[in-house]
């Protein structure tokens, strides 16, 4: 495997949403081709906190995630890593490029400082809660959304 972490470019931005939409969850709140998704994306180049990445494989993007990081005053102004929208393509599930993309998200949280790692996920994922157990990440805090 040849695979590679590097900066999203708006080229990758349709195989990026496709890769959202492409399980059961997204089937039923994204929608490829909305004007949308080019106005985050162009937000999230815009600011230096945001880092959306892809893990390409022989030239094709294959898995996707953001990374931002978040200064804040707890914890003595600990920087802190969120990971969001974990994604591998449905075709190439199972050949652990999940672990590369994240490993990638956990040693760039240590490159730039940050003291610790979040993410959310939904509830739904079992699968997806074993994997994150299996690189470390614990369940020590309840999560809560409230959609605007």
């Keep these: ?26 089937q039923s709140r994204e929608a490829p081709g909305d004007p949308a998704y080019e106005a985050a994306f162009a937000a999230m180049e ?10 390409e494989d022989d030239g ?21 890593g969120q990971i969001e929208s974990v994604r591998v393509a449905s075709s190439r599930r199972g050949q652990r490029l999940g672990h590369v993309l994240l490993e990638w998200a956990i040693a760039e949280c240590r490159r730039r400082g940050c003291g610790m790692v ?29 959609s605007l």
Excluded: C
């Excluded at 815009?46 to 893990?55: C, E, G, T, Y």
């Excluded at 094709?60 to 802190?80: D, T």
């Excluded at 079992?126 to 409230?146: A, I, M, N, P, Q």
């Design 1 to 26: 495997m040849t695979a590679a972490v590097r900066k999203a470019e708006r080229a990758d931005l349709a195989a990026i949403v496709a890769m959202l939409a492409d399980d059961v969850l997204g």
């Design 118 to 146: 979040q993410l959310a996920m939904n509830k739904s994922r079992d699968d997806t809660l074993r994997f994150y157990k299996s690189l470390g990440f614990v369940t020590s805090h309840e999560g809560l959304k409230l």
């Design 60 to 80: 094709e993007v294959v898995g996707y995630l953001q990374l931002s990081f978040i200064p804040g005053l707890s914890l003595k102004g600990m920087l802190r």
């Design 46 to 55: 815009r600011d230096p906190n945001q880092f959306p990445a892809v893990l």
